[in-house]
């Protein structure tokens, strides 16, 4: 394998590796922010609570970050 092949190949192992550190981490203080924060109720009744959006917003970017980790 040339070097130039190899170098790329480790820059995009740590690209990834990053993403999806990266969204785990957001993922992790979208899920606190939901569970922890007391947010006033939604003026429209339409709407999801914030709380409950943020905890699902959470758990998605937490999938996404271990799909791209697994994809590597």
């Known amino acids: 394998m040339p070097d130039g092949m190899q170098e790329d190949m480790v820059e995009n192992n740590q690209r990834v590796t990053q993403r999806w550190k990266v969204m785990l981490a957001l993922s992790t203080i979208l899920i606190a922010l939901g569970i922890c924060v007391d947010w006033s109720p ?9 709380s409950s ?3 699902i917003l959470g758990v998605i970017l937490g999938f996404a970050g271990l799909l791209a980790a697994t994809r590597r």
């Open 53 to 55: 959006f943020l905890v």
């Open 42 to 50: 939604s003026q429209d009744t339409s709407l999801p609570d914030t």
